[in-house]
């Protein structure tokens, strides 16, 4: 499949790679555009020359490899033509349907998946754009909501397909003057009934996956996730029957077809740093990482006793842009119909009150996106019936926010355990017809802790099974199931219709 810009894009030289991310085995295509005329073309990829070739009349040319079976995590693919050398990396992982496009000035795109239907999520990143200019995208002639780039050049967004009919559809991402183009192929969307049947949660049993239509984003969510290497109970990534099951909880997630992945804090022990990141997260949940969309946890900033307290240096180091600026650690985004918002929780570093930057921004961005449905999530839950009861008292003025402005979900982790709390509002009273509906989700991993008798509200309650949270966000409502690790039963779900 040649995925060649028109010739109007820019006439930079770039190269387009895909899939950029896959198993050892997989084929992959190399197609460069806006060389030089009829000009010799080399591609190596690993060090390994793969094609010796000339561009056409256009300047483009196109070749394919196999990645190798071992010896590479990213595998350098560099394309060297009249003098112009550009360098595509293959990430070697079982995330695949990636595309990347480079330019010669060194200008970075990735898209994941690299098609999708209308309606369903695509995730861009990009680097070596002009720092703070806004990022402009659209898929045809249709526009599409991106963020502005930050101030190290890059950008990470969800957005969402627009309604168009299948086929082949060019996507152009300018910033400034800087522009990339690639083909995205969207799908025929199949016909499905997005009908919920009812509002009565479904509890306990063994309720199969929901059934989501290509259009309607699904979604996982836990934290309290990964150990540090340095733990007794590491075991090479592969944990204990119950501490640091990080490995099993993210086999839940790889070839999942999720439209993101939320980690929802403590994502790294024991103090976040980017050694302890790149030796045990990206090992397991790290191989989801191009879609997913993180919040802090205390972990994160070096906040427990033996760590060096810091800005989270290794949490931001790790993510780059997808965890939004380091200084305030919060950010939001769309997936279908939803508007989601990442807030940080660690308010004695990020102030939460009331008249805090944080929540003004919070109300700022809900009165900008009154989607009929919304979602938040952060670290410490505001409810709990485990070893934090009865919660925190700082996220208070977050949950106001969201409660004031419709909002139907709140997810956190904090507590090693799952639970499950009826609609209240930010004081804990049950408002079904208003109130937002909290998951306590600290299953990622790590170990679990005591449960205290249960919170007014508390619907479901488990401390014996590692897991993730399932969501559908369908276009009125959500359904909700917890999926345990392999071998466990525990099972929780529902559904609900937003306000």
């Not at 056409?56 to 040319?61: E, K, P, V």
């Not at 703070?132 to 969800?158: C, H, I, N, W, Y």
């Not at 399932?470 to 409502?477: G, M, V, Y």
Request: glycine share 12%; net charge positive; with cysteine.
């Amino acid at each position: 499949m040649a995925l060649l810009a028109p010739a109007a894009a820019h006439a930079e030289s770039k190269v387009t790679l895909v899939p950029a991310s896959g198993g050892a085995g997989t084929r992959a295509s190399v197609t460069g555009s806006d060389f030089g005329k009829r000009d010799r073309v080399i591609v190596r990829a690993g060090g390994r020359v793969i094609s010796v070739t000339r561009t056409t009349a256009r300047g483009s040319f196109r070749a394919t490899f196999t990645v190798p079976r071992r010896g590479f995590r990213r595998l350098p693919v560099v394309s060297r033509s009249g003098g112009r050398r550009i360098v595509n990396i293959f990430h070697v992982s079982t995330v695949s349907d990636v595309g990347e496009i480079v330019s010669r000035r060194g200008r970075r795109l990735r898209w994941t998946p690299a098609r999708g239907a209308a309606g369903s999520a695509v995730n861009l990143e990009g680097s070596g754009f002009p720092a703070g200019r806004l990022v402009r995208a659209r898929f045809g002639a249709q526009k599409v909501a991106t963020p502005r780039v930050d101030r190290d050049g890059e950008f990470s967004a969800l957005v969402t397909v627009p309604s168009l009919a299948a086929g082949r559809r060019f996507v152009r991402v300018k910033a400034g003057r800087a522009a990339l183009g690639f083909f995205f192929r969207v799908l025929r969307r199949p016909a499905a009934d997005d009908g919920v049947a009812g509002g009565t949660p479904r509890d306990g049993g063994d309720v199969p996956p929901p059934a989501a239509a290509s259009g309607d984003p699904v979604i996982a969510a836990a934290g309290d996730i990964a150990c540090s290497p340095e733990s007794s109970s590491f075991r090479k990534g592969l944990g204990t029957s119950s501490r640091c099951r990080q490995k099993h909880t993210s086999d839940l997630l790889v070839n999942g077809r999720f439209s993101a992945v939320l980690p929802l804090g403590d994502i790294q022990y024991e103090c976040g740093t980017l050694s302890e990141f790149t030796r045990s997260y990206d090992l397991s949940w790290g191989r989801v990482k191009p879609i997913t969309r993180p919040v802090p946890g205390n972990h994160e900033y070096g906040t427990p006793s033996g760590c060096t307290p810091g800005r989270a240096s290794g949490y931001f180091g790790y993510f780059g842009a997808a965890a939004g600026d380091p200084a305030r650690g919060y950010y939001s985004y769309d997936l279908g119909a939803w508007h989601v918002v990442a807030l940080n929780s660690n308010c004695s570093i990020v102030s939460c009150s009331s008249s805090s930057a944080q929540v003004r921004w919070l109300r700022q961005d809900l009165a900008a996106h009154p989607a009929p449905c919304t979602l938040a999530y952060w670290h410490h839950p505001r409810f709990t019936s485990g070893s934090n009861a009865p919660g925190s008292n700082s996220v208070k003025p977050l949950y106001q926010a969201l409660y004031d402005h419709g909002a139907e979900v709140v997810l956190a982790g904090h507590d090693h355990h799952y639970e499950r709390f009826a609609p209240q509002d930010a004081n804990g009273a049950r408002n079904v017809a208003r109130g937002i509906r909290e998951f306590v989700v600290g299953t990622g991993g790590r170990n679990f802790h005591s449960l205290n008798s249960p919170r007014p509200n508390s619907e479901v309650r488990n401390n014996s099974t590692f897991g993730i949270l399932r969501l559908t966000l369908r276009p009125a409502s959500y359904e909700w199931q917890f999926v345990p690790e392999a071998g466990k039963t525990f099972r929780d779900a529902g559904a609900q219709a937003c306000h």
